[in-house]
């Protein structure tokens, strides 16, 4: 059950892009949410601050054709829409310039918390702080939120948390990696801390090796200009997959209070093995012809415009994690885009039994729990049991099921989107789930030598099929190792 309706003090929060696509899809209709379920207390309000030169009233009905195209069921309440439109303000704002600043200055409330959203392109970032310094908006009760990417290596990282840092204390940055708003994810930590039964097990002497699966349908759409300079290391592996490897291998933190908690994460970035080249494969999608099942679909380079382009859109790799925990337990990680499913998935495979008492005929078994973040959220755990019937002492594997919104049932209600939960914990200050600069820059520290092998080497991305799992590569990276990646399943 969902249960974070306590309501949260008054509040200022300013979208720096209140216009753009991430308040569109994400910001906007989160906020709304939260004040439908009676989360924001009276006198909280939300600024709109960008480019666009129009008014409040003009914002309003911007914010109102947003939240109605989201279909969200509330929103055809004109009531309810009508009392959030009453929190909404708006300022026509520069971040280079002076235009806006001592007008968006004087629409602050004294003594009340303060957030800045920077939802607009990263290399305004620092603009953005200091301006809010200039116009003494950098109070200590400020806070700012920080969109990915943050940095494009170790060495912008750095710069950016240096210039934050000029004006802002760490515990008033928020850097947002959005997996980690995601209720799936936060489950991760309680399956693991929540139960007795996992933690026992859960090293290097009965788990054989783990598998963290992040698989999209969809190509790069309108993103081909940003994603044809990240690739799929930069966009998802150094953040989202990285976070998972942090939650499903760290050390059990003392509390679950943020430094807590990300001093544990950190620990584990740092632990992990450079990665050998043998065990990295990249891919790019190949584009599907006229007539294939599905229909034509243009290949990764004509989508992002470039026809000699070298990015990857799917990446998977081996690493270990040097520690007394996981010495000897690989990790396999892969992400990748317009691949046959769309599923989060990580597949923690136990060791085989040291011996069996039922002869060879009863076969080599092994329990695997998998815990999926997206879609079906649930967990499996495969267990070993008699083979039903006379036929003797077989063994079979069978799934020990339980999808979430089954097992919660109706009770559950709606599963919160990740905005919803981050920002809120930004309008109470609970950093726990927003990345601490120094864990950006130690997840940089490990990526950089990769992407520079890479460059290096002149290395050019395997072509995949759309619809498939990938390169066959891939398979081979497993194959090799005498072990295989689990289905992607939707
Ligand atoms: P966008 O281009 O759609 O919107 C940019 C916004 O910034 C607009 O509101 C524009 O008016 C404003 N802006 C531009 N220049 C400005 C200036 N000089 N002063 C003040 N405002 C200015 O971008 P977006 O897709 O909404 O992305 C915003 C941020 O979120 C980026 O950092 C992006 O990397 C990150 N992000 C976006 C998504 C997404 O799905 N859109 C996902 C993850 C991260």
Not at 17 to 20: A, K, Q
């Given at each position: 059950m969902y249960s974070g309706a306590i309501p949260v003090d008054p509040f200022d929060l300013v979208i720096f892009?209140?216009?753009?696509d991430l308040a569109r899809r994400k910001i906007l209709p989160a906020l709304f949410r939260r004040f439908c379920a009676g989360q924001f207390a009276e006198g909280a309000r939300i600024t709109g601050a960008a480019r666009?030169?129009?008014?409040a009233e003009g914002y309003r009905a911007f914010v109102a054709d947003v939240l109605r195209d989201t279909a969200d069921?509330?929103?055809?309440d004109d009531t309810m829409l009508g009392r959030f439109l009453g929190t909404v303000d708006y300022v026509a704002i520069d971040a280079t310039g002076e235009n806006g600043w001592a007008e968006l200055a004087a629409r602050m409330t004294e003594d009340r918390a303060r957030a800045f959203f920077?939802?607009?392109?990263?290399?305004?970032f620092g603009d953005l702080a200091e301006r809010l310094h200039q116009h003494g908006l950098?109070?200590?009760?400020a806070r700012i939120v920080v969109e990915k990417p943050?940095?494009?290596d170790l060495a912008s990282a750095r710069d950016l948390n240096a210039t934050l840092a000029t004006h802002f204390h760490e515990s008033q940055i928020f850097r947002i990696d959005h997996y980690l708003g995601k209720e799936t994810v936060q489950n991760l930590m309680a399956v693991r801390f929540g139960n007795m039964l996992f933690e026992p097990l859960w090293n290097s002497q009965y788990v054989d090796h783990i598998q963290i699966t992040v698989a999209?349908?969809?190509?790069v759409g309108g993103r081909g200009d940003y994603y044809d300079r990240a690739g799929a290391i930069r966009?998802?592996?150094?953040?989202h997959l990285m976070q998972l490897l942090c939650l499903i291998a760290?050390?059990?933190?003392?509390?679950?209070d943020p430094d807590a908690v990300r001093d544990e994460k950190l620990k584990v970035i740092r632990a992990l093995d450079p990665v050998q080249p043998h065990h990295i494969v990249r891919g790019q999608y190949n584009a599907r012809p006229e007539g294939a099942g599905g229909g034509a679909l243009p290949g990764y380079r004509e989508e992002v415009g470039n026809p000699r382009s070298k990015t990857e859109s799917y990446i998977a790799l081996r690493t270990h994690i040097s520690n007394w925990r996981w010495a000897g337990t690989p990790f396999y990680l892969r992400t990748g885009k317009r691949l046959v499913a769309r599923s989060s998935v990580i597949n923690v495979m136990f060791k085989e039994t040291?011996?069996?008492?039922?002869?060879?005929?009863?076969g080599r078994h092994a329990n695997l729990l998998s815990i999926r973040l997206?879609?079906?959220?649930g967990i499996t755990l495969q267990v070993t049991i008699k083979e039903p019937?006379?036929?003797?002492m077989r063994l079979i594997d069978v799934p020990l099921d339980m999808t979430f919104a089954e097992a919660l049932g109706?009770?559950?209600?709606r599963a919160p989107d990740a905005y919803e939960r981050l920002i809120v914990d930004v309008l109470r200050g609970n950093q726990t789930l927003f990345m601490r600069g120094d864990e950006v820059e130690a997840a940089w520290a490990w990526i950089d030598p990769i992407i520079a092998g890479w460059t290096s080497r002149g290395e050019v991305p395997k072509p995949y099929d759309i619809?498939?799992?990938?390169?066959s590569d891939a398979e081979q990276l497993m194959t090799r190792d005498d072990r295989k990646w689990r289905g992607i399943n939707p």
């Open positions: 892009g209140g216009t753009g666009a030169g129009m008014d069921p509330q929103a055809g920077f939802s607009v392109r990263p290399r305004l950098a109070s200590d009760r943050f940095g494009h999209e349908t969809v190509g966009d998802m592996m150094q953040n760290m050390e059990p933190p003392a509390k679950f040291p011996h069996s008492i039922f002869g060879q005929e009863a997206q879609p079906n959220e019937g006379p036929g003797g109706p009770a559950s209600g619809g498939s799992t990938g390169p």
